[in-house]
């Protein structure tokens, strides 16, 4: 079974503290993705990596990060976050290629801003 | 016009009903089409995969494209209330998958 596993699962942070949200995924996929998921927006993708070192920037990147300094590993940083970022954030990976793979999404990490 | 379209319901229906959710989705070059559920608090899942025009079936689900319509639709025979959720659509092209907002099942017992 394909595992995503999202380190941090509830957090509350202060307006302008820097967050970092880690995700490993266990099956040596090359694709690995952040979204967010806000009520009545459905899921929006942040950034995406398709191999170690690589980023590419999704729908919504304005002010996230990513890092993805080994294969399996992809974290999400806010820089200076803000209520508006109140959200729950999803990793995701899938093997490498188009369209038909299949994207298996880790548990999620709720994150508020105070 | 949002890329993907789902009504948001909640769509309500009894158990043993057939319950029937819809998508359309705007961009053309899509190839592939997704079903996930997605239950209260927890991260989506795949439930079905369609790739060519027509029907595909799988236990209870049934999904169908029509990619001249940009439509899909996924019919869930047999509901129940297990079945309750969220499922979202979504079509991928290329890299980019993008997913509808969803509709709420509910199934009554």
């Known amino acids: 079974d394909v595992k995503v596993t999202q380190s941090s699962r509830y957090l509350v942070k202060r307006t302008g503290e820097k967050v970092f949200l880690e995700c490993v995924q266990d099956m040596d996929h090359e694709n690995m993705f952040w979204y967010r998921q806000d009520p009545g927006l459905g899921l929006r993708l942040i950034y995406f990596s398709y191999d170690v070192k690589m980023k590419e920037k999704g729908d919504i990147p304005e002010g996230y990060s990513v890092s993805r300094e080994k294969k399996e590993r992809f974290s999400l940083i806010l820089e200076s976050a803000s209520t508006n970022q109140t959200s729950m954030y999803l990793c995701?990976?899938?093997?490498?290629?188009?369209?038909?793979?299949?994207?298996?999404f880790g548990e999620g990490s709720w994150l508020t801003v105070v | 016009q949002k890329e993907v379209e789902q009504n948001s319901g909640p769509l309500s229906v009894p158990e043993g009903a057939i319950a029937s959710l819809n998508c359309t989705y705007s961009?053309?070059?899509?190839?592939?089409f997704f079903w996930y559920r997605q239950y209260s608090g927890k991260s989506p899942e795949l439930i079905m995969s369609i790739y060519s025009n027509g029907d595909k079936e799988d236990g209870r689900f049934t999904a169908q494209l029509n990619k001249a319509s940009q439509y899909v639709s996924l019919l869930i025979r047999d509901s129940q209330p297990s079945d309750s959720a969220t499922y979202l659509c979504?079509?991928?092209?290329?890299?980019?998958?993008?997913f509808g907002a969803g509709t709420r099942l509910f199934v009554k017992a």
């Open positions: 979504a079509p991928t092209g290329g890299f980019k998958t993008i």
């Open positions: 995701a990976s899938s093997l490498r290629g188009f369209s038909g793979n299949t994207i298996y």
């Open positions: 961009d053309r070059g899509s190839q592939s």
